[in-house]
């Protein structure tokens, strides 16, 4: 079954034709256009003056001529500006929150020039006024549903200790979490496995530490993060849902220096440098539970031994003015063994591990290509003894990627971009109960994707974004093409309504414990089910009254079909592992909801509201008697108020959520069976449960606070904060438990969080 | 007007943060964790056995779950109750010993592969299943394994030696986290497998002892217990030693399952019991029942069994 028949090896030979056909296609049609040039050229990178940090969206206008000619430079900061007719110009490169460049060019017919700015990060206009870069203007005027966050805005926030990715996403509208210590994200209605998380274009697999109480991602080492929240573009695939892509930093290639900080739980370090003509950056992060932990553990005290690490190391080099290469890596576990006495232990390790290497082209000025090499492993091993009896569960995804991306620059008007991703997989699953191997899966499938998109200015005011991909996915032989739409339209100087929509397709499916994520594993589906499917669209209105304010006001539209759901029916030694064996197939669904975000995001003050009315279902045929429920994360209301107030060298940051309760099964009866095996009654009776879903937990809300003072530290700047996670101390309901151990019992409400005030201190030299 | 802003921003979340507040409290009645009441429901329960004689069967009904539960108030006293099958009609009668047994009136051994219906009617309720029964079972062999080389230790006296045999061989003795039990039978064309563990030493020592149980947990603990169903593709079972508690004279009943047996068994609540109610709400669903105008078990089984002495650890 999971051998490479001929059958195999004849498919993955057409695929290859195929895919070196595309390939080549590609580069005819762009080449083609390449060879048209009639006009002069201007391209080049723009950068950080301070730190040689790549500045994406940047804006390069050429002013002079008979119209206005420019362009916005890509995610790598490079730009090229094609067909110029030759004359004079003033060239004008601007980032919000950076001094402008300004110079004369003198252009001949056919010149080509080469351009390399460096942006002077600008001072603060006055006390009470911030102005901070915004990345990615481009993505966010034709993309509605788009969200980025800076670093140094993630560390603005109120944390759970240290400052997190995805707890700083759940401040935002139209995404959840499913509790307190999850950091599962749950957008617009799709749960957790329909958002594909990459770090550095890699997808990260089971990102979380501490059994989902923290994200492996280290806000050291980040330089920015984007999320499309739905209806991403053709540059992206394989989720149902949202895309949430986080980007290292490339290291300072103008002078060494270091950052760090210690919380009450963990401490990290990053270094980061010039190397020759290039820069390099190493980032840490480890847990010191582990010799607090071990202090408390006596002989009559068990406490587990547990830790984790995440480990991110970059190295940037120029090889000349046309080639860049960059090799990065991440490294991640957990670990935790709990001896429970002589004869049982549990012991749980996973994590993550990705190495990438890039090579960066200019091919032609106008012509940018990134190539790719990766290659990832997720594994989660928990292996456990009950008194003597060896229970094992052994996971494992290793994955090796091969991805290029084309950016033409074709003229002002469009701007072209396509690529391809070829994806081998190794998935292993491994039960053993009482030294009896139960089930040891091997699934080997292959992802070949292509996309085309292009990027139109249709009009001065109107902005279009038509995109295509296909994938081909080996398991099934399974071929299809997504359309891709965004238009964007000015309506006025302070009005903008987009809207955008796809097809999507999802070839993996996540099975996950939501009170452990240390055990979450991936599968492929294969060819007895048919792989999820959803259709997206979006509609959104803007308001920008002034740099200060943006209103905004969002409607979501999406239908799901081929959905699956783990069978929790199955024997425990099922040998049956075809998907639809293991899973509950052919389920479907919608999302719905509309999302209101007011933003404040200059001053001293900064901040935001928002507010989504949303509606998730799902329906299956073998669950709930075939009648459809809303999933746990179903939450009518979701609220939020974010606030950050500077001071001198004090900040004040303050967030208020809300949230309609989950929703949950209700027990509706009390019955007793004989155990079948022993045909005796057991002490306790069971519980019968209502509809799926039919009962809501109470509304959630809490409130958490921050203080910031900034201060010098030996010379070096350092930050000491104050956090108070969850202020007014609000028990908010996590679940329902049912015990039927007396008749008398009450049912239980387990609760979350309660207060929990952290503190610590941040520097950097 | 730094100062000004700040009261103001203080002031702001003072009284977003007292509306809150004023609303905060997570305390509940019970009333309002339940669903709506399917009280009075007719709860079967019945296991055919081939091979043996028609069993008795309980009828018994459900119960508000804000209510205290017993089996004497949960029984149902004046059902009807009959199995049919090939055309032969079997009444049942109640015992008046034992509210919601009900006793067969007539002598049948149960058919293998063979369909059985039966018919309970109560106050206005009627609930009905049918089962079709397996085909015959035996265990061929009851072997003690070395834990560390899976090589064959010990070949295990059966029933077929006699009564007591594997409760008085020498060989049956067995130390307790001591080898590996395995029973080996040849696989038939049945859904799967469930295996029923009784201590038949009522008052024998406890030989379970572990540090992270306080004496509530030992109090919990019963001599008798069922597996979560299995399908043994190998034609074997292994015995788990968490599963042993006592020590003394032990039966192992491997059960070869019909579907609706199956069907319930690897839905069971018995299986949803250490999970987390809602948060695991994904898990807490009904049981596939096989009974229709009620819910329960009408199934069927081919049982055989082996037996062992459990000896505490030296």
């Not at chain 1, 957008?187 to 990102?207: A, E, K, S, W």
Request: some cysteine; glycine content about 10%.
């Amino acid at each position: 079954m999971w051998t490479l028949s001929k059958s195999h090896l004849r498919e993955g030979s057409a695929r290859m034709r195929c895919f070196r056909e595309a390939i080549l296609a590609i580069a005819i049609v762009v080449g083609g256009w390449v060879g048209n040039v009639e006009a002069a050229t201007v391209s080049g990178f723009i950068t950080d003056a301070s730190n040689g940090e790549s500045l994406p969206y940047a804006n390069v206008v050429l002013e002079g001529g008979a119209v206005p000619m420019g362009t916005l430079t890509n995610v790598d900061g490079y730009f090229a500006v094609q067909k110029i007719p030759a004359g004079r110009y003033r060239f004008v490169a601007s980032y919000i929150g950076y001094r402008s460049y300004l110079d004369s060019l003198t252009l001949e017919a056919d010149e080509v020039i080469r351009i390399d700015v460096e942006l002077e990060p600008q001072a603060l206009l006055g006390a009470e006024v911030l102005v901070k870069a915004d990345a990615y203007e481009e993505e966010k005027l034709i993309q509605p549903g788009f969200i980025v966050m800076e670093a140094a805005t993630l560390e603005e926030f109120p944390a759970l200790f240290e400052s997190d990715v995805l707890r700083s996403l759940h401040l935002m509208p139209g995404i959840q979490a499913a509790s307190d210590i999850s950091t599962g994200l749950y957008v617009r209605g799709g749960g957790p496995d329909q958002t594909l998380i990459l770090l550095d274009q890699i997808p990260l697999y089971n990102p979380s530490h501490a059994f989902g109480f923290f994200s492996t991602f280290n806000s050291d080492a980040i330089k920015d993060m984007s999320l499309h929240k739905g209806a991403y573009p053709a540059s992206y695939g394989g989720r149902l849902g949202a895309v949430l892509d986080v980007r290292n930093r490339d290291g300072n290639r103008k002078e060494f220096q270091g950052t760090g900080g210690i919380s009450l739980i963990a401490a990290r370090m990053t270094l980061e440098g010039p190397v020759g003509k290039g820069s390099w950056m190493i980032s840490g992060r480890r847990t010191y539970l582990d010799p607090i932990l071990a202090a408390i553990r006596n002989d009559s005290t068990e406490v587990p031994a547990y830790y984790f690490y995440d480990l991110n190391a970059k190295l940037n080099l120029d090889l000349g003015a046309h080639d860049k290469v960059s090799f990065s890596g991440y490294f991640g576990r957990d670990d935790l063994n709990f001896d429970l006495d002589e004869t049982s232990f549990i012991n749980v390790r996973w994590g993550n591990v990705a190495v990438t290497g890039k090579w960066t082209h200019v091919f032609r000025p106008g012509l940018y290509g990134n190539f790719m090499v990766a290659g990832s492993q997720y594994e989660s091993d928990t292996s456990l003894s009950l008194f003597d009896t060896p229970i094992l569960f052994e996971n494992s995804i290793r994955d090796l990627t091969v991805k290029g991306d084309l950016d033409y620059f074709a003229n002002p008007k469009h701007s072209i971009s396509g690529g391809f991703l070829a994806t081998w997989y190794r998935f292993r699953f491994n039960q053993v109960f009482n030294q009896d191997e139960q089930l040891d899966l091997k699934e080997k499938p292959t992802l070949l994707s292509f996309y085309l998109q292009d990027n139109w200015q249709a009009h001065s005011n109107t902005q279009i974004r038509l995109g295509v991909r296909s994938n081909m996915f080996s398991d099934g032989s399974r071929f299809h093409v997504e359309p891709r739409l965004a238009i964007s339209q000015q309506l006025s100087d302070h009005w903008r309504v987009k809207t955008a929509g796809g097809l999507y397709h999802q070839y993996l499916q996540l099975v996950t414990t939501e009170g452990f994520s240390g055990g979450d594993f991936w599968v492929p589906l294969d060819e007895t089910v048919e792989p999820g499917r959803s259709v997206q669209g979006v509609v959104g209105l803007e308001w920008e009254p002034s740099p200060r304010y943006m209103l905004s006001v969002e409607s979501y539209l999406t239908g799901f079909k081929n959905l699956v759901a783990l069978d929790t029916k199955v024997a425990v030694d099922s040998e049956e592992t075809k998907s639809d064996d293991v899973f509950v197939t052919g389920g479907t669904g919608h999302a719905t909801g509309v999302e209101v975000f007011l933003n404040r995001r200059t001053g001293a003050l900064t901040g935001w509201i928002g507010y989504t009315l949303g509606w998730t279902r799902r329906t299956f045929d073998e669950l709930n008697g075939g009648k459809e429920f809303p999933p746990k994360y179903d939450r009518r209301h979701d609220a939020s108020v974010v606030l950050d107030y500077r001071v001198g060298k004090w900040s004040f940051g303050g967030s208020v959520l809300y949230a309609t309760g989950q929703a949950y099964t209700p027990a509706s009866a009390r019955y007793s069976l004989r155990s079948p095996g022993s045909q005796q009654y057991l002490k306790d009776d069971f519980l019968l449960p209502s509809q799926k879903n039919s009962a809501r937990l109470l509304p959630y809300h809490r409130m958490d606070l921050n203080v910031k003072r900034r201060f010098r530290l030996f010379g070096s700047r350092a930050e000491a904060y104050l956090q108070v996670f969850n202020a007014y101390n609000r028990r908010n309901e996590w679940f329902v438990q049912y015990n039927a151990d007396d008749p008398e019992t009450d049912p239980d409400v387990v609760k979350m969080l309660p207060v929990i005030p952290t503190f610590g201190i941040n520097f950097s030299f | 007007m730094v100062c000004a802003k700040l009261k103001g921003f203080a002031l702001s979340v003072a009284m977003l943060g007292s509306f809150l507040i004023s609303g905060c409290s997570t305390d509940r009645r019970a009333s309002e964790l339940y669903g709506p009441s399917e009280a009075g429901v007719l709860v079967i329960d019945a296991l055919l056995l081939v091979d043996q004689p028609l069993p008795d069967l309980f009828v018994l009904e459900t119960v508000a779950p804000g209510d205290s539960y017993s089996l004497e108030g949960a029984a149902v006293r004046d059902a009807v109750v009959e199995i049919s099958t090939g055309g032969t009609t079997f009444t049942y009668a109640a015992d008046v010993d034992s509210a919601g047994r009900y006793l067969p009136q007539q002598n049948h051994i149960v058919l293998p592969e063979t369909v059985y219906t039966l018919r309970v009617s109560s106050q206005g309720r009627e609930a009905t299943g049918t089962t079709l029964t397996p085909e015959q079972f035996q265990i061929r062999e009851s072997l003690l394994l070395n834990e560390g080389t899976l090589q064959v230790d010990r070949v295990l006296k059966t029933f077929r030696d006699g009564l007591d045999a594997p409760y008085v061989a020498p060989e049956n003795q067995v130390e307790y986290l001591d080898g590996l039990l395995e029973a080996r039978f040849d696989r038939g064309n049945t859904p799967g497998y469930q295996v029923g563990i009784i201590s038949l030493d009522e008052g024998s020592e406890r030989v379970l002892d572990a540090d992270f149980l306080d004496e509530d947990d030992y109090d919990d603990l019963e001599r008798h217990a069922s597996s979560p169903p299995f399908e043994a593709p190998d034609g074997s079972v292994r015995l788990p030693w968490f599963a042993v508690y006592f020590a003394g004279r032990h039966v192992i009943r491997i059960h070869a399952l019909d579907e609706n047996w199956f069907n319930f068994a690897r839905s069971s609540p018995e299986s949803q019991e250490g999970n987390f109610g809602g948060l695991a709400g994904d898990s807490f669903e009904r049981p596939l029942f096989s009974v229709t105008g009620g819910i329960g078990l009408f199934g069927s089984a081919a049982m055989d069994s082996i037996g062992f002495n459990v000896l505490p650890r030296q």
